[in-house]
């Protein structure tokens, strides 16, 4: 439908005007609410993703000082043994005395006196 300009006035061009906005404005009001209940979900979706992340990084800083912990337990067993049964004995406690050696010499003959003769 073809409308002649000088047969709209002003009142009609206002009325349109005012239907076009009143319509804008719901449709802006509803996708206002769209994206609004959108952001909620995304904003519980990231702080869900928050709290699973901190608890992955405290369970992973246990991991790494529990395995501090062996690792260094393991490595003082280690060098304990070592240095404990590499190491000379006779250096780590005193040496002893040999026995000392006896050589018993045979008894000497005796000497035998003349007897005097009868």
Request: hydrophobic share 45%; aromatic share 4%; proline share 8%.
């Amino acid at each position: 439908m073809i409308v002649n300009m000088d047969s709209v006035t002003q009142e009609v061009l206002d009325a349109r005007l005012e239907t076009i906005e009143t319509r804008m404005d719901g449709r802006i009001a509803t996708l206002e609410v769209k994206i609004d209940g959108k952001c909620a979900g995304v904003d519980a979706k990231f702080a869900e993703l928050r709290k699973d992340m901190h608890k992955g990084f405290a369970d992973m800083t246990k991991w790494i000082v529990g395995t501090v912990i062996g690792v260094a337990a393991v490595t003082i067993t280690i060098m304990t043994f070592v240095l404990n049964n590499v190491g000379p004995k006779s250096a780590a406690t005193p040496a002893a005395q040999p026995a000392p050696i006896i050589v018993y010499a045979p008894p000497a003959p005796a000497s035998v006196a003349p007897q005097p003769k009868p």
